[in-house]
Nanobody
């Protein structure tokens, strides 16, 4: 089992920044590929970014490239999502997730999920 806990969400004005963290515990987290997803009210959960277990390869939703940066620190079992130039449409609950297989890393088919952290961007 892998336990994931997100933190760092909150209320920010348009153009502001937030840094989300995902603390992982349980099995050797460095063996897992990890990702961030988000879900806005009334919408389906969507892919935000992903990073492979070594941290050497990252993936982003096309619409978020250049504003969001995913990273991880395997020594500290933590993954991050730096979000800059935030917009009201970024408002959502953000979830971190972990999976063992790399194939399909941008899809929601992850093995483990956190409970989410709310990000609200005011106009």
């Amino acid at each position: 089992q892998v336990q994931l806990i997100e933190s760092g969400g909150g209320l920010v004005q348009t153009g502001g920044s937030l840094r989300l963290s995902c603390a992982a515990s349980g099995r050797t987290v460095s063996n897992y590929h990890m990702g961030w997803f988000r879900q806005a009210p009334g919408k389906e959960r969507e892919f935000v970014a992903a990073i492979i277990s070594s941290g050497e390869r990252t993936y982003y939703a096309d619409s978020l490239k250049g504003r969001f940066t995913i990273s991880r620190n395997n020594a500290q079992n933590t993954m991050y999502l730096q979000m800059n130039s935030l917009k009201p449409e970024d408002t959502a609950v953000y979830y971190c997730a972990a999976r063992q297989t790399r194939l399909g890393i941008t899809t929601p088919n992850y093995d483990y999920w956190g409970q989410g952290t709310q990000v609200t961007v005011s106009a």
